[in-house]
């Protein structure tokens, strides 16, 4: 029976290199994969996930305005797909989150989804909320904090390295924009 699952985790925790890993492991198994990603997410291209790893695959993009089903039997017209793998899913609207629970509960197809929970004022994103409340398996992929400490926040940093507390919910960037902290660093790191 297939699931729905969240699999999320701070900056730097290798939710893309999971995603990714996982893709390779059905394709050698000789099964369908669709890889997608919201438009949102440009950083590395428009149709690329890559990981800070160095692994990369297409895939195919979601606009906010997309039907992610009847994109799903537009393309199962040309392959069979056993498994969809969606990248960075915070971005999601959560109409779309509820199309891809809508593809695990009627066409028994898997969908495992990868991204953050929260933004850089640990705010849930709202397709990460949709997925917390809908998911069958939800999972933390962990990472560490500077102090050794488990990282949960996603810290926003400017250019010379402050915790940013202000701006739009949506900035992208990699190690140059966000360090994954604990929250105590967190607070302390804002209190300075």
Same mark, same amino acid.
């Given at each position: !029976?297939? %699931?729905?699952?969240?699999?999320?985790?701070?900056?730097?925790?290798? %939710?893309t290199a999971?995603?990714l890993?996982? %893709?390779?492991?059905?394709? =050698?198994?000789?099964?369908?994969?669709?890889?997608?990603? *919201?438009?949102?997410d440009?950083?590395?291209?428009?149709?690329?996930?890559?990981?800070?790893?160095?692994?990369?695959?297409?895939?195919?993009?979601?606009?906010?305005?997309?039907? &992610?089903?009847? !994109?799903?039997?537009k393309?199962?017209?040309?392959?069979?797909? @056993?498994v969809?793998?969606? @990248?960075?899913?915070?971005?999601?609207?959560?109409e779309?989150?509820?199309?891809?629970?809508?593809i695990?509960d @009627?066409?028994? &197809? *898997?969908?495992l989804?990868? +991204?953050?929970?929260?933004?850089?004022?640990?705010?849930l994103? *709202?397709?990460?909320?949709?997925?917390? =409340?809908?998911?069958?398996?939800?999972?933390? &992929? %962990?990472? !560490?904090?500077?102090?050794?400490?488990k990282?949960?926040?996603?810290?926003?940093?400017?250019?010379? +390295?402050?915790?940013?507390?202000?701006?739009?919910?949506? !900035?992208?960037?990699?190690?140059?924009?966000?360090?994954?902290?604990?929250?105590?660093?967190?607070?302390?790191?804002? =209190? =300075?």
């Amino acid at each position: !029976m297939a %699931k729905l699952y969240f699999k999320y985790g701070a900056m730097g925790s290798s %939710k893309t290199a999971q995603a990714l890993i996982t %893709k390779f492991n059905y394709e =050698e198994k000789n099964m369908g994969v669709w890889l997608i990603k *919201p438009s949102t997410d440009t950083r590395d291209g428009a149709d690329v996930v890559r990981s800070r790893a160095g692994l990369e695959a297409k895939a195919d993009i979601v606009c906010p305005d997309n039907d &992610i089903c009847k !994109m799903l039997d537009k393309v199962c017209e040309n392959k069979n797909i @056993d498994v969809v793998i969606a @990248d960075e899913c915070q971005f999601f609207t959560p109409e779309q989150i509820q199309m891809l629970r809508k593809i695990v509960d @009627d066409k028994d &197809i *898997p969908v495992l989804c990868f +991204g953050l929970r929260t933004d850089f004022l640990t705010r849930l994103f *709202p397709g990460s909320m949709r997925l917390m =409340e809908i998911a069958d398996c939800i999972e933390e &992929i %962990k990472t !560490m904090c500077h102090c050794g400490r488990k990282a949960t926040v996603n810290a926003r940093i400017d250019e010379t +390295g402050r915790v940013v507390t202000q701006g739009s919910q949506i !900035m992208l960037g990699g190690n140059d924009s966000y360090v994954a902290m604990c929250h105590r660093c967190y607070k302390k790191n804002i =209190e =300075e």
